[in-house]
């Protein structure tokens, strides 16, 4: 298991000149970093990767559809293809990152709504294109982790369950679920609940605070939610994603109006050390009461 942080928080496009950052997060006792792929080419991440590897960082990979230019459940076969060529843009650019896992919304554009619910056509899009990936991202040694969000983002995948529908009819062995603390928030009844009677397709997991600041310094009961991953055996990375406003077009797309921290540093800081010592104390949590 790795503890890491999402690179969002700085750059959406990580390169050499963000050295000091990787560095200071790594100095926070992180053993990971995740890291946007959304501009560029696979020799540009093979060389991120390297300097990961000079610093002593492993990493994942985080990705989202962020034009309607390529949806995968658009009405257009134009959009649907361009979708489908992203995927497998992606891919590559995730091998070469030497990233074994890249996760996100897999299934929407962000933000672009129809006014009602998915329809079995669009769950079938999203499907069939899960299927043509999965496969050549398994040959390329990656899994991939398909992200639920709150309905205020996207109108197809909302809930871990509905996440597990959509992953079994993918029926993929490398293809799993990103579960994120803050969107289960807005839309589990019962978060914990949904980890223990869902958990078993998640392959990634997101600690976030309820305001997407610093984890610890919110709501989110972390010792139980860690308990619920200890009794489902999950042996998955815990990244922490956290967004500020130094990237006005990200600060725009997650609604932060505000700043949740003084220093983007301080979630590395304060949010690594909380994270590893919150899954040790669900760990001790959960052996008590296999105890009893």
């Given amino acids: 298991?790795?503890?890491?942080?999402?690179?969002?928080?700085?750059?959406?496009?990580?390169?050499?000149?963000h050295r000091a950052v990787l560095?200071?997060?790594?100095?926070?006792?992180a053993d990971s970093v995740e890291i946007p792929v959304m501009e560029g080419n696979a020799a540009d991440y093979r060389a991120l990767g390297a300097m990961l590897d000079d610093i002593g960082l492993e990493r994942t990979a985080s990705m989202a559809f962020c034009s309607e230019d390529a949806n995968p459940i658009s009405d257009s076969t134009v959009s649907r293809q361009a979708a489908l060529d992203y995927m497998q843009w992606l891919i590559e650019c995730v091998h070469e990152l030497g990233a074994p896992l890249v996760c996100g919304p897999m299934y929407q554009t962000i933000g672009v709504f129809s006014g009602a619910g998915p329809t079995e056509v669009e769950k079938q899009r999203a499907i069939e294109m899960l299927r043509v990936v999965a496969p050549n991202a398994a040959a390329a040694g990656v899994r991939?982790?398909?992200?639920p969000l709150n309905r205020f983002e996207c109108y197809m995948v909302n809930t871990l369950a509905v996440g597990r529908e959509l992953v079994e009819a993918v029926d993929a062995p490398n293809v799993g679920i990103l579960f994120d603390t803050f969107h289960a928030n807005i839309e589990e009844k019962d978060p914990i609940g949904a980890i223990l009677k869902d958990g078993a397709v998640i392959?990634?997991?997101h600690c976030c605070s309820n305001d997407r600041g610093i984890p610890g310094e919110g709501h989110i009961d972390f010792a139980g939610t860690f308990k619920a991953l200890h009794a489902i055996n999950y042996r998955g990375d815990l990244v922490i994603e956290a967004f500020g406003r130094a990237l006005p077009g990200m600060a725009?797309?997650?609604r932060i109006w505000r700043d949740m921290f003084e220093d983007a540093s301080h979630v590395a800081e304060r949010g690594i050390p909380f994270i590893r010592e919150m899954w040790e104390r669900g760990r001790s949590d959960f052996q008590s009461d296999m105890s009893v």
């Fill in 23 to 29: 560095k200071m997060i790594k100095a926070a006792r």
């Fill in 203 to 205: 392959n990634h997991f």
């Fill in 252 to 254: 725009a797309a997650t």
């Fill in 144 to 147: 991939l982790a398909v992200e």
């Fill in 1 to 17: 298991m790795n503890f890491g942080i999402n690179m969002l928080l700085w750059a959406s496009n990580v390169n050499a000149g």
